[in-house]
């Protein structure tokens, strides 16, 4: 999986939901969306990202939902 690509969709996922007036029901919202709409190697290749890159790239709500609520979805 290109990691780019993955950013940039994760990134449009959080526009969606940084627009939420609760924090946590987007945090919450984003890696739901993540959970039922990518396949496990995308998710898997997100992760590995993270891990390698520190989530670089990221807008600030997606990777704090990803840090604080990654292990519900892998």
């Known amino acids: 999986m290109d990691s780019h690509n993955l950013v940039v969709m994760?990134?449009?996922i959080g526009d969606f939901f940084k627009a939420m007036p609760?924090?946590?029901e987007a945090?919450?919202?984003?890696?739901d969306h993540i959970k039922k709409?990518?396949?496990p190697?995308?998710?898997s290749a997100l992760s590995?990202?993270?891990l390698?890159?520190?989530g670089y790239g990221l807008q600030p709500i997606v990777l704090e939902a990803l840090q604080s609520?990654?292990?519900v979805w892998q």
Do not use: C, S, T
Request: overall charge positive.
């Open 41 to 43: 190697r995308m998710r």
């Open 27 to 31: 945090l919450d919202g984003i890696v």
């Open 22 to 24: 609760e924090r946590d």
């Open 52 to 54: 390698e890159q520190n």
């Open 10 to 12: 994760a990134n449009r």
């Open 48 to 50: 590995l990202y993270l």
């Open 37 to 39: 709409f990518w396949e």
């Open 69 to 71: 609520r990654i292990k």
